[in-house]
């Protein structure tokens, strides 16, 4: 049982966005959310959620932090048949242990010193006929995955303090930003969890993988923001800032992207062309995805190591700009010839 004055400064305290009362009484179909993204890693996840809409199994959507995965679950939900339900998120993370069960199943009246006479609903039964959004799912204990799983097999819940199930009907969409399966393999992630959840699957691609994607996402980004900046158009940006922005790595991917643009047009709001100076991000000139720095430290003969290095940064770069090699070269800082040179002869040498 949880002790009165712990629940009071406790639930002060979780942040559980989007679950405020409106989101109880919504009744207007969930409109599809606006998903920038003309490249083809995009398309692909948009083509997978469009299919994983319509069916009942739990989805599970993985990718780094900022890259738009409660999005994608905002649009899995409006396309599904439950789009005239609820849509309630839960951060799984931001629930402190002793709380999870009470804010998922709810509490019966009395429950615990503290409790409300009435009893709450939980988060779980608040998205019947709609969809329950479990964010961060790779942050729950042992014991709240247990709780989980059950309700997936069972669908049913048990209100803290009561002594009968109830019915559950909400979809399950979870996201995690950690490899589960790794979870799973140093025991901080039930096999039989992840076995339940990873059947419908998609990975939102980091933004450093899909150039395409940049430009047209700054340019939404800043005319939603026009309006509250009083400007009519938003201010063209020139080649060099291009050329910065498409270089940069983008660790905190598409929620970086956002908060750099809004402070640059804030601090920029009345001039007609932005720079490269006038964009501030925070490391200075790091092309290399992190995916491909291990290369670097692998033994072995220099030359070897070195046209490793180069061929998977030449994959890296010919991905992220979906196979355009003008556009790889630019990534690369090369000539486009260069880059044609350096693909023949690998081609060449893997004959
Ligand atoms: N393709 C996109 N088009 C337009 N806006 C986007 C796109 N992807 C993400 N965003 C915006 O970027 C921000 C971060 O997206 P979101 O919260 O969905 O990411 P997330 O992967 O859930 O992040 P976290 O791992 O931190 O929870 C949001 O403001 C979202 O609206
Ligand atoms: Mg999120």
Redesign the pocket.
């Known amino acids: 049982m949880v002790k009165n004055l712990e629940y009071v400064v406790v639930l002060a305290c979780i942040i559980v966005p989007k679950t405020s009362e409106e989101e109880f009484v919504m009744s207007e179909p969930h409109e599809a959310p606006?998903?920038?993204?003309e490249s083809s890693q995009?398309q692909k996840v948009r083509m997978a959620i469009e299919k994983f809409a319509p069916l009942a199994a739990p989805v599970i959507i993985y990718?780094e932090?900022?890259?738009?995965?409660?999005?994608f679950a905002r649009l899995l939900h409006s396309l599904s048949s439950r789009r005239n339900g609820p849509f309630i998120a839960v951060n799984a993370g931001a629930i402190p242990e002793t709380l999870v069960e009470s804010e998922l199943f709810g509490y019966v009246g009395g429950a615990f010193t503290g409790a409300l006479r009435e009893g709450k609903m939980g988060l779980w039964e608040a998205a019947n006929g709609g969809t329950l959004f479990l964010?961060e799912i790779g942050e729950l204990s042992l014991a709240a995955q247990a709780k989980i799983l059950r309700v997936l097999q069972e669908r049913v819940i048990r209100p803290v303090g009561g002594t009968e199930d109830r019915p559950v009907d909400a979809r399950i969409v979870a996201?995690t930003?950690i490899n589960l399966m790794e979870g799973v393999q140093t025991r901080t992630f039930r096999h039989d969890l992840y076995f339940r959840l990873h059947i419908l699957h998609v990975t939102?691609p980091p933004l450093r993988d899909r150039q395409r994607?940049i430009l047209p996402?700054i340019d939404?980004i800043m005319r939603k923001l026009c309006p509250e900046l009083h400007l009519d158009e938003p201010p063209v940006i020139a080649q060099d800032a291009r050329e910065k922005l498409l270089g940069y790595i983008w660790p905190g991917n598409?929620?970086e992207l956002?908060s750099i643009v809004t402070r640059t047009l804030s601090l920029c709001a009345g001039m007609t062309e932005l720079h490269a100076d006038d964009f501030e991000l925070s490391e200075s000139d790091v092309r290399v995805p992190p995916d491909i720095l291990h290369l670097f430290i692998e033994k072995g003969p220099l030359r070897r190591m070195k046209t490793r290095a180069e061929d998977a940064i030449i994959q890296w770069a010919l991905t992220a700009s979906d196979d355009n090699q003008t556009a790889a070269a630019r990534l690369l800082g090369v000539h486009r010839n260069t880059l044609v040179d350096r693909l023949r002869r690998k081609n060449r040498s893997s004959r």
């Open positions: 606006l998903i920038i993204g995009v990718g932090t900022g890259t738009g995965k409660e999005l964010d996201a930003n939102v994607d996402l939404y598409i929620r956002e």
